[in-house]
Nanobody, 126 residues
Framework: QVRLAESGGGSVQVGGSLKLSCTASGVLYNNYCMGWFRQAPGKEREGVAVISSGGGTYYYANSLKGRFSVSQNVPKNTLYLQMNRLEVEDTAMYYC???????????????????WGQGTQVTVSS
């Protein structure tokens, strides 16, 4: 069974930066897609960024391009999300997700994730 553990959340002021981490453990596969999602209070969960194990597939939510950057350390089974120039609207619970069913490929529109972490809270204040 695969487990995902997020870390790195916290409180930051507008304009600040945070770097989230997500480490996978358990029964792992060589080819996968991993991604970041977020859910703000009273809002639906939305996709933030995804990346495939080989790095050949990656994309971001259009509204976050240029401020957020997804990366990974494959030997450490760790996914990262660098968040810069944070805004109050970025306040949310951030979740890591993964799926091995499609190999080294991420489905479009942030679809196809079957494994989820518990989340890490990011709070941005003015």
């Amino acid at each position: 069974q695969v487990r995902l553990a997020e870390s790195g959340g916290g409180s930051v002021q507008v304009g600040g930066s945070l770097k989230l981490s997500c480490t996978a453990s358990g029964v792992l596969y060589n080819n996968y897609c991993m991604g970041w999602f977020r859910q703000a209070p009273g809002k639906e969960r939305e996709g933030v960024a995804v990346i495939s194990s080989g790095g050949g597939t990656y994309y971001y939510a259009n509204s976050l391009k240029g401020r957020f950057s997804v990366s990974q350390n494959v030997p450490k089974n760790t996914l990262y999300l660098q968040m810069n120039r944070l805004e109050v609207e970025d306040t949310a619970m951030y979740y890591c997700a993964a799926d091995w069913r499609y190999g080294d490929y991420c489905l479009p529109n942030f679809a196809g994730f079957g494994i989820w972490g518990q989340g890490t809270q990011v709070t941005v204040s003015s």
